[in-house]
């Protein structure tokens, strides 16, 4: 079965290509959205953004795997140390205090903080019922990202320091505290799946939020064990085990 890429490919979707080409799988990069006949219905793979995998991955008979809207905002207050919450961005337009807003599976809304809700983007570029999570401002000063598996750290890396671009090799604490959460929250989540988590400033570990194995840069992480998670979160709709059946995007 072959692994489908999108048209333009970044350095971490090369490393995820040539992983799935050392393992002699087929790769094949698509020039646009179009799905060839010859993949239309047949069994794949897919690694790409939410967009292109919205176009293509019902052609291609693909069941990308997401956590659900609301994971974030239904974790208990341990695992996330700040207060989220996921409503219809109309709701969010009312607030009147600096919050960090984002969409859930994909990049829709931008992440970013919004001194008020009024900077949200209106109702002329998005739908009243669009869900958005609505945090408290939190600063982390280091965040990993955990890719996961079969409810175990299948691999990882650190991927950010007091918000800047800063790779290394997964810690300790962070692979202690991904495992704490998967022992507690494992079954709120599909078998493969990529965790971000990260450590306060005031030196907590937390959450800071989940993104789709299938479109996520695998940074410093063991690019060959990353695969084995972009395998399983977005392959054929016909071998999706029924435990992740309701995480089908």
């Not at 999108?6 to 179009?34: G, K």
């Not at 000063?141 to 007091?162: F, M, N, W």
Request: hydrophobic share 45%; proline share 8%.
């Amino acid at each position: 079965m072959p692994l489908v890429l999108p048209p333009r490919l970044t350095a971490s979707a090369r490393m995820i290509r040539d992983s799935a080409r050392r393992r002699d799988l087929r790769t094949v990069q698509l020039p646009d959205q179009e799905v060839p006949e010859g993949l239309r219905g047949g069994d794949a793979y897919l690694h790409a953004g939410p967009s292109f995998a919205d176009a293509v991955a019902p052609a291609l008979g693909i069941a990308p795997l997401e956590a659900p809207a609301d994971w974030l905002a239904r974790l208990p207050a341990a695992f996330v140390r700040r207060e989220i919450r996921a409503v219809p961005i109309h709701e969010a337009y009312g607030l009147r205090r600096p919050v960090f807003v984002k969409s859930p599976n994909d990049k829709g809304i931008p992440a970013l903080v919004y001194a008020d809700g009024s900077r949200l983007p209106g109702p002329d570029a998005v739908g009243p019922e669009t869900v958005v999570l609505v945090s408290e401002v939190v600063v982390f000063d280091a965040e990993y990202r955990l890719y996961l598996l079969d409810g175990q750290v299948h691999t990882g890396s650190r991927y950010a320091v007091s918000g800047q671009l800063d790779l290394a090799p997964l810690s300790a604490e962070a692979h202690a505290f991904g495992s704490e959460l998967l022992a507690a929250a494992g079954h709120t989540l599909p078998s493969a799946i990529v965790v971000d988590v990260g450590r306060t400033d005031a030196g907590q570990w937390a959450v800071v939020e989940a993104n789709a194995a299938w479109a996520s840069g695998c940074y410093a992480s063991d690019p060959d064990r990353a695969l084995d998670v972009v395998l399983r979160s977005a392959g054929p709709a016909g071998l999706v085990a029924e435990r992740d059946s309701a995480f089908v995007r």
